[in-house]
């Protein structure tokens, strides 16, 4: 297998915050904050189908490769359970996760030029507010059954997203390379919940890669404002040339306000586009952008404008 799966030069587009969005700005209701029960809802799937063209459309207007994913970040064994899921059930149910980002996508194939259709893999507890303590072995294990079912739907690649911890971090890379998928791990900064406060953004990545042989095809944020995540570009050394996703919260208000404010939150999207900009020129190794909560479209085209001014 070739693991360059992107294109040298490209920029790529990733989606940005679907729970939010479907929850707070359509009214889903999404048990556990899982997405993918939802594709037995006629309403939802119409809703997402028009959503994920409307970002479809911002990548057309720039001639950005795509990274799409998204259904899939709680689709596996704890959270299962919690939705009183069997393994055949949710293996079920990740397989047409990946069917239906690759019938949206086709139309778009002859427009584009480059889609990746990737699993999202998710902490296996929640990320603001987990307790329990995964070790490196348990963590490869646990990861190892959805990345088994992912590698048997024929995704391009792995996105692990919202880590905080480096056994688990560690584990989900173990277990990508397992089972020969490719994989890009996004931690969240001020991730005091997950135990690893301590650690700067640079020490996670090198752990990371000391412990998988770089195994990684690089590293990203999400699920944070740039405001609240610049800083830690400061800290010296070649680590940052090993982040090459973007996916920031569409608000800079602290997580855990987040969690609790019980609508969407648009934050600044023109700000929020300037901001990316300039990251753009600080980090020309970064070559997927996106969004996370309270992001859809509008930030997108916003965040795709400021990358293209950039460039000019």
Not at 209 to 236: K, M, Q, V, W
Not at 240 to 256: T, V
């Amino acid at each position: 297998m070739t693991r360059a799966v992107l294109r040298p030069g490209l920029r790529y587009l990733a989606e940005g915050g679907q729970e939010t969005e479907l929850m707070y700005g359509h009214g889903f209701d999404l048990p556990h904050f899982a997405l993918f029960p939802l594709l037995d809802n006629p309403a939802a799937i119409a809703r997402l189908t028009s959503m994920y063209r409307a970002v479809l459309d911002v990548a057309v207007k720039h001639q950005m490769g795509v990274l799409l994913g998204g259904l899939d970040y709680r689709a596996s064994p704890d959270w299962a359970g919690l939705l009183d899921l069997d393994a055949a059930s949710l293996a079920d149910y990740q397989q047409r996760c990946i069917t239906f980002l690759a019938e949206i996508t086709e139309p778009y194939r002859e427009l584009l030029p480059h889609i990746l259709l990737c699993g999202i893999v998710g902490p296996q507890g929640d990320a603001y507010e987990r307790t329990q303590r995964i070790t490196v072995t348990s963590a490869e294990a646990y990861h190892s059954t959805q990345i088994a079912t992912l590698a048997r739907t024929g995704v391009d690649l792995v996105q692990a997203m919202t880590f905080n911890s480096i056994d688990e971090a560690i584990g989900v890379v173990r277990a990508a390379r397992a089972h020969d998928l490719p994989v890009i791990l996004s931690f969240m900064p001020d991730g005091a919940a997950a135990g690893d406060e301590t650690q700067s953004l640079g020490q996670m990545i090198r752990d990371v890669d000391a412990a998988t042989g770089d195994y990684a095809l690089f590293y990203g944020i999400n699920c944070s404002h740039p405001r609240e995540f610049e800083s830690l570009l400061d800290e010296p050394g070649d680590w940052i040339a090993r982040i090459g996703l973007l996916r920031p919260n569409a608000s800079a208000k602290e997580k855990a306000e987040l969690c609790q404010i019980g609508h969407l939150e648009r934050g600044d999207p023109v700000e929020l586009a300037a901001l990316m900009g300039h990251l753009a020129q600080r980090m020309p190794n970064v070559a997927v952008w996106g969004g996370c909560c309270g992001t859809w479209a509008e930030h997108l085209q916003l965040i795709a404008d400021a990358l293209a001014a950039r460039a000019a």
